[in-house]
């Protein structure tokens, strides 16, 4: 196997029989020389763990940042968005499985250091830099060297991962970030088993840990799958939980699926049933919950908590009202509206904007 390029790694130890153990994640790959962990981009080079994707992503693009979905952090500011191959999970659902379930590195057609990543978003206007599309705890090294030449430009760092990540690299991975948009899958091991090929437990403690350990402002998602998770005891439990061990202030998305890779006989998810997780997660004292991939005004705007007042309306990604004060409370009873907020929100709107790969003159 030839590698042309390659990053090391730090999370990795060499078991007795020669072989050498990833520790980053709970899979605990066990490689011989040449071969690739389940993520497909650490690998064994002579007897150590190397990430093959440094500096090679799957494209680039601006996007609202409530896309990601952000909808507390900067409201209506544009993020330039990035990924690279591979993934630590084999989700039968996945939405972005172009990318994520990519063995090819073609796939990654597009080169940048981290500091041309942080010029790139910076020239663009972004405010933020999301590490998307697969899951970036896969190129920790990546993510971490391009977010810390992010923070050298001002630039925010937004990750949108699954949280099956190890304690050892949660804080070498997280430090770095701004806000962490996390997959809750489901509420059920056996859904992570047989949908996911993981467990549900390390998802959970990732999230405790940003809550109780970490400043990262913290959305939470829900795909909604019709038949595998969207049943009324799970949803309860769930948002319970949310609510007794994360906060009621942390934000719940549901959003809707549409049949995709290994579940393409699958409906697309009802209207109705993103209503009624989102009526749900309110009744059991969730303060903000959303609707997503449906067009549902009500569904996607952010009441206060207390008076229930407009506080942000959106038509899609597009806001539409805006009743925050300069110190991002509400304008009616001046309760204040958790998130990280500016005294004016951007305009970016609904626009997506592809970019060329950055290049290093730029």
Not at 67 to 80: A, E, I, N, S
Not at 255 to 265: G, I, M, S
Not at 288 to 308: E, F, L, M
Request: overall charge positive; aromatic content about 12%.
């Amino acid at each position: 196997m030839i590698i042309r390029s390659y990053r090391k790694t730090r999370y990795w130890h060499r078991l007795p029989d020669g072989r050498v153990q990833c520790d980053l994640c709970p899979r605990a790959c066990r490689l011989k020389e040449g071969q690739q962990g389940f993520c497909f981009v650490r690998t064994c080079v002579e007897g150590e763990i190397v990430l093959t994707s440094y500096g090679r992503s799957s494209g680039f693009c601006v996007d609202p940042v409530e896309k990601k979905p952000f909808y507390h952090f900067l409201p209506g500011t544009p993020v330039l968005s990035f990924g690279t191959a591979g993934c630590n999970l084999s989700c039968k659902f996945c939405q972005n499985w172009d990318m994520s379930k990519s063995r090819e590195m073609d796939t990654l057609a597009a080169r940048a250091d981290p500091e041309t990543i942080a010029r790139a978003a910076q020239q663009s206007g972004c405010r933020s830099v999301a590490y998307t599309y697969n899951d970036p705890v896969i190129f920790l090294e990546y993510a971490r060297d391009t977010a810390l030449a992010c923070r050298a430009f001002g630039i925010r760092n937004l990750a949108v991962t699954a949280g099956y990540l190890n304690p050892e690299a949660w804080e070498d991975f997280f430090s770095v970030m701004d806000g962490a948009n996390v997959d809750l899958k489901a509420f059920r091991e056996d859904f992570y088993r047989r949908l996911c090929g993981g467990h549900l437990q390390p998802v959970l403690e990732t999230l405790e840990y940003l809550r109780r350990e970490t400043t990262v402002w913290l959305e939470l998602t829900t795909l909604l799958i019709p038949g595998y998770n969207e049943g009324e005891k799970e949803l309860q439990e769930m948002t319970q939980w949310v609510v007794e061990h994360l906060g009621p202030e942390v934000p719940m998305h549901f959003t809707a699926f549409h049949p995709d890779w290994q579940l393409r006989q699958v409906p697309p998810t009802p209207a109705a049933t993103l209503r009624k997780a989102r009526e749900i997660a309110l009744a059991n004292g969730v303060r903000y919950a959303y609707t997503g991939n449906v067009y549902d005004p009500v569904g996607t705007s952010t009441y206060c908590s207390k008076c229930r007042a407009l506080l942000i309306g959106r038509n899609g990604y597009e806001l539409t009202a805006w009743h925050l004060d300069g110190r991002g409370c509400c304008k009616t009873c001046g309760t204040p509206c958790a998130g990280r907020f500016e005294a004016q929100p951007g305009n970016w709107g609904n626009r997506r904007l592809p970019l060329s790969p950055p290049s290093a003159s730029s």
